[in-house]
């Protein structure tokens, strides 16, 4: 899961495995496999990155402390 943060400011975590597709307006639009959207703060780019970090800790095993 990846921690975002709500147009309302509010931070919360999002299963990435559920991201269908990302989109960029004036806010940022994740779509998920169920066809629901989430608006959030952080660009596309950033949850990619987020994404990337999260799925090379599960591959690569967490190391002490990381949790």
């Known amino acids: 899961m990846i921690a975002l943060t709500a ?37 596309e780019n950033e949850i990619v990155e987020k994404v990337i970090q999260y799925k090379r800790k599960i591959y690569n095993g967490f190391s002490e402390g990381e949790l």
């Open 7 to 43: 147009i309302s400011g509010k931070e919360f975590y999002l299963n990435c495995e559920l991201i269908y597709r990302i989109d960029r307006s004036f806010d940022t639009i994740i779509t998920l496999t169920d066809g629901k959207t989430v608006r959030v703060s952080e660009t």
